[in-house]
Nanobody, 125 residues
Framework: QVQLVESGGGLVQAGGSLRLSCAAS????????MGWFRQAPGKEREFLSA?????????YYADSVKDRFTISRDNAKNTVYLQMNSLKPEDTAVYYC?????????????????WGQGTQVTVSS
Protein backbone atom coordinates (compact mmCIF):
# COMPACT_ATOMS: atom_id res chain seq x y z
CA GLN A 1 0.00 0.00 0.00
CA VAL A 2 1.13 3.53 -0.79
CA GLN A 3 0.26 6.48 1.39
CA LEU A 4 0.17 10.00 -0.03
CA VAL A 5 0.19 13.23 1.92
CA GLU A 6 -0.41 16.54 0.16
CA SER A 7 0.65 19.91 1.51
CA GLY A 8 1.13 23.47 0.34
CA GLY A 9 -2.44 24.54 -0.19
CA GLY A 10 -3.84 27.78 1.17
CA LEU A 11 -5.33 31.14 0.33
CA VAL A 12 -3.72 33.25 -2.39
CA GLN A 13 -4.73 36.28 -4.39
CA ALA A 14 -5.43 36.04 -8.10
CA GLY A 15 -2.20 36.16 -10.06
CA GLY A 16 -0.24 34.57 -7.25
CA SER A 17 1.56 31.26 -7.01
CA LEU A 18 1.55 28.16 -4.85
CA ARG A 19 3.58 24.98 -4.85
CA LEU A 20 1.84 21.81 -3.80
CA SER A 21 3.81 18.83 -2.53
CA CYS A 22 2.81 15.20 -2.32
CA ALA A 23 4.96 12.89 -0.21
CA ALA A 24 4.61 9.19 -0.91
CA SER A 25 5.56 6.08 0.97
CA UNK A 26 6.97 3.11 -0.87
CA UNK A 27 10.39 1.88 -1.83
CA UNK A 28 9.82 2.01 -5.58
CA UNK A 29 8.40 5.53 -5.85
CA UNK A 30 10.60 6.34 -8.82
CA UNK A 31 8.77 3.73 -10.89
CA UNK A 32 5.28 5.08 -10.22
CA UNK A 33 3.25 7.31 -12.45
CA MET A 34 1.99 10.29 -10.46
CA GLY A 35 -0.90 12.60 -11.13
CA TRP A 36 -2.59 15.71 -9.84
CA PHE A 37 -6.34 16.28 -9.91
CA ARG A 38 -8.71 18.79 -8.39
CA GLN A 39 -12.36 18.96 -7.48
CA ALA A 40 -14.37 22.12 -6.99
CA PRO A 41 -17.70 22.14 -5.13
CA GLY A 42 -20.47 20.73 -7.28
CA LYS A 43 -18.07 19.68 -10.03
CA GLU A 44 -16.49 16.45 -11.13
CA ARG A 45 -12.89 15.63 -10.39
CA GLU A 46 -10.65 17.19 -13.03
CA PHE A 47 -7.31 15.95 -14.30
CA LEU A 48 -4.51 18.51 -14.16
CA SER A 49 -1.15 16.90 -14.78
CA ALA A 50 0.78 13.66 -14.65
CA UNK A 51 4.40 12.56 -14.72
CA UNK A 52 5.67 9.13 -15.64
CA UNK A 53 7.87 6.81 -13.63
CA UNK A 54 10.00 6.08 -16.67
CA UNK A 55 13.49 7.43 -17.23
CA UNK A 56 12.13 10.05 -19.61
CA UNK A 57 9.96 11.57 -16.89
CA UNK A 58 7.28 12.29 -19.47
CA UNK A 59 4.80 14.97 -18.38
CA TYR A 60 1.22 15.51 -19.45
CA TYR A 61 -1.05 18.52 -18.81
CA ALA A 62 -4.66 19.46 -19.18
CA ASP A 63 -5.16 22.30 -21.64
CA SER A 64 -6.63 24.46 -18.89
CA VAL A 65 -3.36 24.55 -16.93
CA LYS A 66 -0.52 23.66 -19.28
CA ASP A 67 0.85 27.20 -19.54
CA ARG A 68 0.55 27.91 -15.82
CA PHE A 69 1.22 24.70 -13.89
CA THR A 70 4.37 22.57 -13.81
CA ILE A 71 4.67 19.06 -12.43
CA SER A 72 7.97 17.67 -11.21
CA ARG A 73 9.25 14.92 -8.98
CA ASP A 74 12.17 14.34 -6.64
CA ASN A 75 12.64 10.61 -6.39
CA ALA A 76 15.23 10.95 -3.64
CA LYS A 77 12.52 12.56 -1.48
CA ASN A 78 9.62 10.42 -2.72
CA THR A 79 7.82 13.63 -3.54
CA VAL A 80 5.94 15.05 -6.50
CA TYR A 81 5.26 18.76 -6.86
CA LEU A 82 2.80 20.97 -8.65
CA GLN A 83 3.98 24.52 -9.20
CA MET A 84 0.98 26.73 -9.89
CA ASN A 85 1.46 30.21 -11.28
CA SER A 86 -0.94 32.93 -12.42
CA LEU A 87 -3.67 31.50 -10.27
CA LYS A 88 -7.27 32.42 -11.00
CA PRO A 89 -10.38 32.31 -8.81
CA GLU A 90 -11.62 29.39 -10.91
CA ASP A 91 -8.61 27.38 -9.71
CA THR A 92 -10.24 27.22 -6.29
CA ALA A 93 -10.70 23.54 -5.43
CA VAL A 94 -9.42 20.66 -3.36
CA TYR A 95 -6.27 19.35 -5.00
CA TYR A 96 -5.39 15.66 -4.90
CA CYS A 97 -2.34 13.69 -5.86
CA UNK A 98 -2.58 10.09 -6.95
CA UNK A 99 -0.24 7.22 -7.73
CA UNK A 100 -0.39 4.73 -10.55
CA UNK A 101 1.63 1.65 -9.67
CA UNK A 102 2.41 1.40 -13.36
CA UNK A 103 5.02 3.89 -14.61
CA UNK A 104 2.81 5.71 -17.09
CA UNK A 105 1.49 9.26 -17.08
CA UNK A 106 -2.26 9.14 -17.63
CA UNK A 107 -5.23 11.48 -17.32
CA UNK A 108 -7.63 8.65 -16.50
CA UNK A 109 -8.50 8.79 -12.80
CA UNK A 110 -9.60 5.15 -12.78
CA UNK A 111 -6.03 4.12 -13.59
CA UNK A 112 -4.73 5.45 -10.29
CA UNK A 113 -4.39 3.08 -7.39
CA UNK A 114 -4.05 5.35 -4.37
CA TRP A 115 -5.11 8.90 -3.57
CA GLY A 116 -4.12 11.50 -1.03
CA GLN A 117 -6.55 13.22 1.29
CA GLY A 118 -6.46 16.48 -0.64
CA THR A 119 -5.37 20.03 0.11
CA GLN A 120 -7.55 23.10 -0.25
CA VAL A 121 -6.51 25.88 -2.62
CA THR A 122 -8.51 29.09 -2.51
CA VAL A 123 -7.83 31.93 -4.94
CA SER A 124 -9.39 35.27 -4.09
CA SER A 125 -10.24 37.87 -6.71
Amino acid sequence: QVQLVESGGGLVQAGGSLRLSCAASGRTFSRYGMGWFRQAPGKEREFLSAISGTTSGYTYYADSVKDRFTISRDNAKNTVYLQMNSLKPEDTAVYYCAVDLNPYATRESRQYDYWGQGTQVTVSS
